[in-house]
Each structure stands twice: as structure tokens, then as C-alpha cells.
């Protein structure tokens, strides 16, 4: 039986994602010659940093779903737009750079995530690269202000970003769904329940403390 061409360009367009996961992780392979204290101080704290909070996790595979929905260009204008920005946000958590709301401005950012991917927004790629930019801020300054302190700064940053491409990539294969109308519905109500993960997060907070 012979696929369909839109089958095919699925097919391929998704083994092409998961060969830039698999590249993602390939600088893991040289910090693992490095040092030993390097790596578990640092790089793997940093990797396992944003999976291991659920807040960090719904809103990086949100920017990859939403960046699938939207296509090209966006579909890789925003997983790259978040890494670098959030690069910055980690070194002013980094310096301890008083910015208020860090932890708002995360769930915030699964709200608007969410609610961008269950409505299938399609604003100016500019003003896309904005919101997935100023929320970037926000995850980069959480993730630099638990800077272990024993652990390597470089290795630590590369750690996280890889991770957080890594999630962004998972969103893009996930998005993959969009081509066929019951996938896009799927995808829409998957941003309500990110949308709602948001929500839970931000009203924690305000429990919380």
C-alpha cells in the first residue's frame, strides 16, 4: 500500500524534527569527557531543570505546538526566538537582577500559550516572536537563579537550553497533527487544558504565598 504524498511529507517532515532532537542532545556526548563534577554540577542540573517543573514544561511544548499550527516561518522562528531570549532572562536571574513577578510570569505564560494554541491564533510573526519573547524572559530568570552553586555556569545555561529545545521539538512533532481536521481539534483542546494547567499554577501561587 502506498502512502499519500501528505502522508509522506508527515512522515519526513517529522523525522526531520526528531534528527534535530537527536542533535540537541549531542553536545551531552562531549560534557561527558569533561569532568565528572562539570556534568553533574552543572550541565545535568541544567537538563533536567525545566522538565523536572510542569509549569516550565507545558509552556515550551505550547511554543512548539503553536509554532506548528502557524507553520513556516514561525515554526522555527519561535523555537529559536525562546532559547535565546530565555538565554538572556538566565543571566539576569544569574546576577540576581531584581525582576518582580518571575513565577506569575510563568504560569501567565502558559495561560497565553495555551490560549494562542486553542484558538489557533495567527497574529504578525512579530508580534508571535514578542509573546513567546517576553515569556521567555521569565523561564530563562527562574532557571539562572537556581544556579547551583557548585555548578558550572556554561555548562548549566546549555543545559536548560538544550532541554528547553528539546520540549519545543516534542511540540513541533506533536503539532504534526494540525494537517488533519480531527489533529487540529486535538491541538485545540489541548491548549485549553494548557491554558487550564496555567491557571492552576497561577492561583498556586497566590495560595501559596
Known amino acids: 500500500m502506498i502512502a499519500s504524498p501528505d502522508r509522506q511529507f508527515i512522515f519526513a517532515g517529522a523525522a526531520r524534527w526528531a534528527a534535530l532532537a537527536c542533535w540537541l542532545f549531542a553536545p551531552a556526548l562531549g560534557f561527558a569527557h569533561v569532568g565528572q563534577g562539570d556534568v553533574s554540577g552543572g550541565f545535568l542540573a541544567g537538563l533536567e531543570h525545566p522538565v523536572m517543573g510542569l509549569d516550565h514544561v507545558v509552556a515550551m511544548v505550547a511554543v ?57 491564533a495567527r497574529p504578525p510573526l512579530w508580534i508571535a516572536g514578542v509573546i513567546v519573547g517576553v515569556f521567555a524572559i521569565f523561564h530563562g530568570y527562574a532557571h539562572g537563579a537556581e544556579l547551583p552553586e557548585s555548578a558550572n555556569a556554561i555548562s548549566y545555561a546549555m543545559g536548560f537550553v538544550i532541554a528547553t529545545g528539546s520540549l519545543h521539538v516534542l511540540g513541533i512533532l ?12 486535538c491541538l485545540r483542546a489541548g491548549g485549553v487544558l494548557i491554558a487550564l494547567c496555567g491557571v492552576y499554577f497561577l492561583v498556586s501561587r497566590f495560595i501559596g504565598g
Open 64 to 120: 512548539g505546538i503553536w509554532g506548528a499550527q502557524l507553520r513556516a516561518p514561525a515554526i522555527w522562528v519561535l523555537p529559536v526566538t525562546f532559547p535565546l531570549v530565555m538565554s538572556f532572562g538566565g543571566i539576569l536571574g544569574g546576577f540576581a537582577v531584581p525582576i518582580p513577578g518571575i513565577e506569575i510570569g510563568i504560569a501567565v505564560s502558559a495561560i497565553v500559550l495555551g490560549a494562542m494554541v486553542a484558538l489557533a
Open 174 to 185: 506533536i503539532g504534526v497533527i494540525n494537517r488533519w481536521r480531527a489533529g487540529e481539534k
